[in-house]
């Protein structure tokens, strides 16, 4: 079967539909790209076909783009030069996309040929824009719902099927900037204001208006194709056109720091490719996709981001259990993570009671939700009716009696062992017998935590990262005990509020915090040997994260570090490593720098709580070295601290996944996203390398770098880690 059909009325309009077979919607494929040309060559070469529309067969959407497990595949397909392969692939599938644009016009007048209009019943994403663009106009059904626009820099690569080359000819570098490098999606009204689109009709008049405009005779060669062209916002060479290229370079690597490959290669195709004529810049930009492509930061990128992320949404780990969807959850404690965890669920349209030891800290949990909604109204996100039905889905109470009926207890009350177990003995009086009770903690041992529960196997922790409703992942751990409803029944949960789980087992610090806590500690402790804390902070950025080890203790609040460090020291005992950090934090703490919370810590901060630099007593009482370390040498400081612990987890069996170590990395602090998480940074520069490395940095930093014994037998066999820990789905395919 094909994905394409076509059919002429008796006007002379051939209509071709895309219908990807077994698809909710639309996704291009490689067979689909020629199943589309060869549709449109019949339509050409038919006499009695006056005009040309492409539209969907899938009710609301028109294509979600390109099929990405194609595309993180493409270079291994590529043959044995696989850049000249890609190159070869890409140019034929542009040749395809510029076939639509010329429409069987003389190559010399611009004469002849047949005008070819898309009909967009709604979203339209990636390739699903890219084809449009080479029609000769666009229009799109009036779907609030429908989003429109190129959304490829997201995943590590960029639109290079003649969306980056159209759409900087078509509304000026300017204008494409933030549809290219920061993948924005707009609804068809804004994507008409925007200039992406030409009409936005009803959409039952859609077929019929773009019918319309063929039988009208229209003019339709495109502006680049004519004689005297130019480009809107001037060309690079012009003075408007100048700046905007100096402005987008630097905005580009001020977001960037140079880490993420594809904004650069998108800028570069968007500069050349504006300097030379049409035809010329197609081949610009196939070559700088190629690089991407050829890059493994993209197909690690894609795997990741795209790929093993939706995998895991999907239930990837669930347990062969019916259907726990929740339907009423009961929270406990109304502070931030309760008030967050409320209003997650609400939105979700479960109904929630939240419980405080005071009404009027319940009622105040509650009222977080009223304020986020109020911030929705302001945007246009939200209405009053829908504010309304969230709270209605909410009970503040003091009434342990209000969770009768739960079928989802999560418990975000004072990190202390006693305080838990008392709240959970205390419910386990008032729910059923099949209620399963999680536990939001981000370091307390969830074994030991269960001992408060006579039904062990239906306990689970359920970690969450704050602010709730921002974060995107869940982290779900499973106690020695815990049963598989109980991790079904988190996991439905965690799909319900639409974020991503990872599952692991319990162990110190669990999987993200053990990883975070080392990136962290390494920051100190180099402050402590005289590192500059700027080389450190940027060491880090350059290497894609959002914020620097020294920025991120500031904003997790460096008493909470002290408090973390006293327990872990208490518990380790003589196998406590980092004395030298909790130097410089307990010293901080002495002086009252508790980070942004109390307007001081590494950095000074202004009443307004914005931060100054780094605060001038840091180095008087950690005074810095003359001779500084290189950049590659802090960096590989701050990514091996985490990702051998990413390693040690795995080697444990606290990770059973390595895709959720890599997606949780990313989602959880931001792990240089170009890479695709720890895993995948390994496979990268190789586990023989790494092993070396790791030697290396053990004889000069100590023993936290020691090369673990699965890194060491990996290294000994050169082996990757996503071909010796492969899905099973993988190893079948």
Not at 616 to 634: F, H, S
Request: proline share 5%; aromatic share 8%.
């Amino acid at each position: 079967m094909t994905d394409f059909t076509m059919k002429t009325d008796a006007d002379g309009v051939a209509i071709i539909t895309w219908d990807t077979v077994g698809k909710s919607m639309n996704v291009m494929n490689e067979q689909g790209f020629f199943d589309l040309e060869k549709l449109v060559d019949e339509a050409l070469a038919d006499d009695a076909v006056k005009g040309i529309i492409i539209t969907s067969g899938k009710e609301g959407t028109f294509a979600g783009g390109m099929d990405l497990n194609i595309i993180a595949r493409m270079k291994e397909m590529a043959g044995d030069e696989p850049a000249q392969g890609l190159f070869d692939g890409l140019m034929q599938m542009h040749g395809i996309l510029r076939k639509i644009e010329r429409a069987g016009m003389d190559p010399k007048t611009n004469k002849g040929g047949k005008p070819i209009a898309a009909a967009l019943p709604g979203t339209a994403l990636g390739i699903g824009l890219e084809i449009p663009l080479s029609c000769h106009r666009i229009f799109a059904a009036d779907n609030p719902k429908a989003k429109i626009g190129l959304p490829e820099i997201m995943v590590g690569i960029f639109p290079g099927m003649g969306g980056t080359t159209r759409l900087v000819r078509k509304m000026g570098a300017m204008a494409a900037s933030p549809l290219l490098l920061e993948g924005k999606l707009n609804d068809p009204k804004k994507a008409k204001m925007a200039g992406v689109v030409d009409e936005v009709v009803a959409p039952e008049e859609l077929i019929a208006k773009a019918k319309e405009w063929i039988l009208s005779e229209p003019k339709f060669v495109k502006p680049w194709d004519e004689k005297g062209y130019k480009m809107p916002g001037g060309a690079p060479y012009h003075p408007a056109g100048f700046m905007t290229y100096v402005g987008a370079s630097a905005m580009v690597n001020g977001k960037t720091q140079g880490a993420f490959p594809a904004a650069k290669a998108l800028l570069s195709a968007a500069y050349e490719g504006a300097l030379v004529p049409f035809d010329t810049a197609i081949k610009i930009e196939a070559r700088w996709f190629t690089n991407v492509l050829m890059n493994p930061s993209s197909s690690a990128m894609i795997r990741s981001l795209f790929i093993n992320k939706e995998a895991l949404e999907k239930g990837a780990n669930r347990p062969d259990v019916a259907d726990e969807r929740v339907k009423k959850v009961g929270v406990l404690g109304a502070g931030m993570m309760g008030a967050g965890i409320t209003l997650v669920s609400a939105m979700a349209g479960m109904e929630v009671v939240l419980i405080d030891q005071k009404q009027e800290a319940a009622d105040k949990g509650k009222s977080y939700t009223a304020d986020y909604m109020d911030k929705g109204i302001k945007r246009g996100k939200a209405t009053e009716a829908k504010k309304e039905a969230t709270l209605g889905q909410i009970t503040a109470t003091t009434d342990y009696a209000a969770l009768a009926g739960c079928d989802l207890i999560i418990e975000a009350v004072f990190e202390d062992p006693g305080v838990k177990a008392k709240v959970t003995k205390k419910v386990l009086e008032h729910v059923g017998d099949d209620c399963i009770f999680a536990t939001n903690t981000s370091t307390l041992p969830i074994t030991e935590l269960a001992k408060a529960s006579d039904k062990q196997n239906q306990f689970i922790g359920i970690h969450f990262f704050s602010p709730v409703e921002k974060m995107m992942l869940v982290e779900i751990i499973k106690g020695k005990e815990t049963g598989p409803r109980a991790v079904a029944k988190a996991l439905d949960y965690v799909r319900q509020i639409r974020k991503t789980p990872i599952v692991v087992n319990d162990a110190r610090f669990f999987y993200c915090n053990r990883c975070i806590i080392p990136y962290i500690n390494e920051g100190i402790r180099m402050v402590a040997e005289g590192v500059a804390p700027a080389l450190i902070d940027n060491a880090a950025r350059q290497l894609g994260f959002p914020v620097g080890p020294l920025q991120l203790v500031d904003e997790t609040s460096i008493d909470l570090g002290a408090k973390i460090a006293r327990a872990t020291r208490a518990a380790m005992g003589e196998d406590y490593q980092d004395g030298a950090v909790d130097e410089v934090i307990f010293w901080m703490e002495e002086q009252g720098r508790l980070g942004r919370k109390s307007n001081a810590g590494f950095f000074d901060y202004d009443e307004k709580g914005k931060r100054q630099g780094y605060w001038e007593g840091l180095a008087e009482q950690y005074p810095q070295a003359n001779e500084q370390p290189d950049l590659i040498t802090v960096q590989h400081r701050l990514m091996f601290a985490q990702v051998l612990e990413a390693v040690r987890a795995l080697e444990e069996g606290v990770l059973e996944d390595i895709r959720e170590g890599d997606v949780g990395a990313i989602l959880a602090w931001g792990f240089a996203p170009w890479s695709g998480g720890p895993f995948s940074w390994l496979d990268i520069i190789g586990t023989p390398y790494a092993a070396e490395r790791c030697d290396q940095l053990a004889e000069t930093f100590g023993l936290r770098f020691a090369t673990p014994a699965l890194l060491r037998d990996m290294g000994d066999k050169n082996q990757s880690f996503y071909k010796r820990f492969a899905a099973p789905a993988e190893r079948a395919a």
